[in-house]
């Protein structure tokens, strides 16, 4: 009896997390549905900036951060 309620409790778990997880999707999907092309053009460019900033440490991370505060 025991070993069955564990199984149900991991069960559970595993039934609440694959929930999370899908509500997290379908989410995300509806928010891909809901943007233009040019939100989601302006988008990449903002990620794409904060990828060559890196760390936060190079010569030019002053200038890039300007231009992410000029969109």
Known sequence: ????QRQSEKLREKLRS????LIDRR???FQALRTSPQQRQ???G???????IGKGTGI????LRRKLRAR
């Open 1 to 4: 009896m025991e070993g069955l």
């Open 18 to 21: 694959v929930t999370v997880d």
């Open 27 to 29: 989410a995300w999907a």
């Open 42 to 44: 302006a988008l990449i």
């Open 46 to 52: 903002w990620l794409d900036t904060i990828r060559r």
């Open 60 to 63: 030019r991370v002053p200038l």
